[in-house]
Nanobody
Framework: QVQLVESGGGLVQAGESLRLSCAAS????????MGWFRQAPGKEREFVGGITWSGGSTDYADSLKGRFTISRDNAKKTVYLQMNSLKPEDTAVYYCAITWVIGIPRSTSAYNYWGQGTQVTVSS
C-alpha cells in the first residue's frame, strides 16, 4: 500500500510561481515513476508531467514545457512540481500519482495510487 499527500497549493496571481510537493509513504519509493496530473472544473484529468525513479528522465505535457519542472528527493520520499509564470488556465486541482509501469505513462489508467489533490488557483 502507498499513501501520497500533496501540499503547496494556493491562490496566486498570474506570473507568479508555486511549488507543489508530493510526499509518499508505504512501499519502497525509489523504484516508482511519479506523475503529476491536474483537473479543472468540468474537464478531464490531464497529464502534467512525470519523473522516473532515478530522476534521470522527465516528461511534460507539450503545452507546459519550459514553465513546469519536476524533481524528486528519494531520501525524503518526495516529488516536487515547480510551476513558474502561472496563468489563469493553470487553475485546477493537482494530483500526484505512482506507477510501476516502465517509463512515464501519460494515461491516468496506468497509475496505481493517487493523492487527494491540492487546489491551485491563478487569478488574472
Amino acid at each position: 500500500q502507498v499513501q501520497l499527500v500533496e501540499s503547496g497549493g494556493g491562490l496566486v496571481q498570474a506570473g507568479e510561481s508555486l511549488r507543489l510537493s508530493c510526499a509518499a509513504s508505504g512501499r519502497t519509493f525509489s523504484t516508482y515513476t511519479m506523475g503529476w496530473f491536474r483537473q479543472a472544473p468540468g474537464k478531464e484529468r490531464e497529464f502534467v508531467g512525470g519523473i522516473t525513479w532515478s530522476g534521470g528522465s522527465t516528461d511534460y505535457a507539450d503545452s507546459l514545457k519550459g514553465r513546469f519542472t519536476i524533481s524528486r528527493d528519494n531520501a525524503k520520499k518526495t516529488v516536487y512540481l515547480q510551476m513558474n509564470s502561472l496563468k489563469p488556465e493553470d487553475t485546477a486541482v493537482y494530483y500526484c500519482a505512482i506507477t510501476w509501469v516502465i517509463g512515464i505513462p501519460r494515461s491516468t489508467s496506468a497509475y496505481n495510487y493517487w493523492g487527494q489533490g491540492t487546489q491551485v488557483t491563478v487569478s488574472s
